[in-house]
């Protein structure tokens, strides 16, 4: 069974930059598919961030590009999510999930989420 | 990108049929047969009820049936039941090898 389980500050203040890290277990990130985050603002709905395969190659939301970097270390089995220049908008529930992309393209395991608030 | 527009709710009593559109541009929804629907319960993580437009993983009740015509993608939840109710995002992939949700769909089971 593929878990995923999101960690880092749920507090961060603004202009700072917010970190996450995504821990996979019960599958290999080095085995394929991308690995993504998406966000939710409390009461909103969900926003691609941007995902990355194993290789390091990334695809980002054009709206957030400048800002984010998604990185993925395979001797650990994670991937993490850096957004910098953060704002009170960048308050949100955070998840990482497994994004199958092989003649195909859907979000199938996804962590729990964890809420990241942007404050002073 | 610009999300892809959901109507903000939809209503259908117990055993009912309801629909949920989801409609986009050439640049995603209507260009790819990569269209999903996720299932969202309040303080919960999203669930996967239907990929690339009509095709249901394993588990998923049959009463979730998918399609899309042009640039406007639809799932239809046959004989509605309690469980149901909860909030329904379509995804689409894009000509910039990115992804975009929809608003958001909250249905309630009358």
């Known amino acids: 069974q593929v878990q995923l389980q999101e960690s880092g500050p749920g507090l961060v203040k603004p202009s700072e930059t917010l970190s996450l890290t995504c821990a996979v277990s019960?599958?290999?990130?080095?085995?394929?598919?991308?690995w993504g985050w998406v966000r939710q603002p409390p009461g909103k709905g969900l926003e691609y961030i941007g995902s990355i395969y194993r290789s390091g190659s990334t695809y980002n939301n054009p709206s957030l590009k400048s800002r984010v970097t998604i990185s993925v270390d395979t001797s650990k089995n994670q991937f993490s999510l850096k957004l910098t220049s953060v704002t009170a908008a960048d308050t949100a529930v955070y998840y990482c999930?497994?994004?199958?992309?092989?003649?195909?393209?859907?979000?199938?395991?996804w962590g729990q989420g964890t809420l990241v608030t942007v404050s002073s | 990108q610009s999300a892809l527009t959901q109507p903000a709710s939809v209503s259908g009593s117990p055993g009912q049929s309801i629909t949920i559109s989801c409609t986009g541009t050439s640049s995603d929804v209507g260009n790819y047969k990569y269209v999903s629907w996720y299932q969202q319960h309040p303080g919960k993580a999203p669930k996967l009820m239907i990929y690339d437009v009509t095709n249901r993983p394993s588990g998923v009740s049959d009463r979730f049936s998918g399609s899309k015509s042009g640039n406007t993608a639809s799932l239809t939840i046959s004989g509605l039941q309690a469980e149901d109710e909860g909030d329904y995002y379509c995804?689409?992939?894009?000509?910039?090898?990115?992804?975009?949700f929809g608003g958001g769909t909250k249905l309630t089971v009358l």
């Open positions: 999930a497994r994004l199958v992309t092989v003649a195909t393209d859907y979000f199938d395991y």
């Open positions: 019960g599958y290999s990130i080095s085995s394929g598919s991308q």
């Open positions: 995804c689409s992939y894009t000509t910039s090898s990115t992804r975009v």
